[in-house]
């Protein structure tokens, strides 16, 4: 079975910075996209970034220039590199990953921005 994990979440300060990882298992071939979702109380989930295996990378606008995506194709991981974090950043983080049309998730990681 393909599992992925996410760490790296918690509590921080306004104008703080986390780095979220996920590491996936399972996978015979490299995924073609993985990317980072979140989802807020009362809200939908919504796509964070994404990136592809070739580099190809894309941020929902309220993160650019905020956050950064990036992957070891060698190990299976995806990473979050979030800073500048505002309170309305708040959710629970899922990290995916897609390859020859299923889409695998994982278990989220808790995200608090709060002073």
């Known amino acids: 079975q393909v599992q992925l994990v996410e760490s790296g979440g918690g509590l921080v300060q306004p104008g703080g910075s986390l780095r979220l990882s996920c590491a996936a298992s399972?996978?015979?071939?490299?995924?073609?996209?993985m990317g980072w979702y979140r989802q807020a109380p009362g809200q939908q989930r919504e796509l964070v970034a994404t990136m592809t295996s070739g580099g190809t990378k894309n941020y929902i606008n309220s993160v650019k220039g905020r956050f950064i995506i990036s992957r070891d194709n060698e190990k299976n991981m995806v990473f979050l590199q979030m800073n500048s974090l505002k309170p309305e950043d708040t959710a629970v983080y899922y990290c995916?990953?897609?390859?020859?049309?299923?889409?695998?998730w994982g278990q989220g990681t808790q995200v608090t921005v709060s002073s």
């Open positions: 399972g996978s015979i071939f490299r995924f073609d996209s």
């Open positions: 995916n990953g897609g390859r020859n049309f299923e889409v695998y």
